[in-house]
């Protein structure tokens, strides 16, 4: 007979690495839906609105679970907004994904960021952290994945479609966040739906790339032609 792997023998329920790795993993599920809770109360009801007893019955854990995992009320909060921004990342990024033209890449990004109150959250979260610097690291690693990670998928589309980029991945990335993230705030604070954040994020971003074949047409703003025809209307707030 062959003799039992390592990873069959880690398996067995009596290997104690087995009940580690069992008690790893209920705790990764049991994270998982403290944050999904907390997400769903903190954006309802905001940071004082919502208490720790509220979070745990919308979770089906004991409050001292969330001390445990977060410590703090303020430090979940900060990592369910990080945790969304970063959903809302790789959502728009899939977005766009589906974009032939810089014009409907541009489009697609506007559309999927400003579709969801992530990045309202997510300024709150930024808030706090002037208050709380020790929860400001995981705010930054946050805004680094935002950074790094639209450029990759910013300079994929380049090379997918050869597109000439008029700038770097890079600039380009942290101009659309720093454009998003500033409409949006101020939309919010005026009351504004999302189809005009929608218009707002395409007038502010304008023209990202050309098409390789449009070499002699004139670069142009996208607020002075395309947001004209953009469906603004089509967007739920």
Sequence with gaps: MAPKSVETAEMLPGDPRHAARATRSAGRQM???????????FREHGLSGTSISDI??????????????FRTK???FVEAACRDMLYL??????????????RDYTHALAETVTATDAVAFFAEALTLTR?????????????ER??????RAYAGQVERHGWRSLRAPEESSRRFWAVAIGVIVEGYAMGRAAGEMYG?????????????TNENVRLRLVGESTASNSPEGEISS
């Design 200 to 212: 707002e994020v395409l007038r502010a971003l304008g023209e990202q790339a050309t098409a390789s």
């Design 146 to 151: 935002l950074h790094s990670e639209g450029a």
């Design 74 to 76: 303020e430090a979940l």
């Design 89 to 102: 990342a790789r959502a728009t990024e899939q977005a766009a994904l589906q974009a032939h033209t810089p």
């Design 131 to 143: 208050r709380r610097q020790d929860l400001a690291p995981l705010v930054e690693r946050t805004i």
């Design 31 to 41: 994270r998982s839906r403290l944050l999904d809770g907390a997400s769903r109360l």
């Design 56 to 69: 745990a019955a919308a979770a089906d854990a004991f409050p001292s679970q969330i001390t445990y995992y």
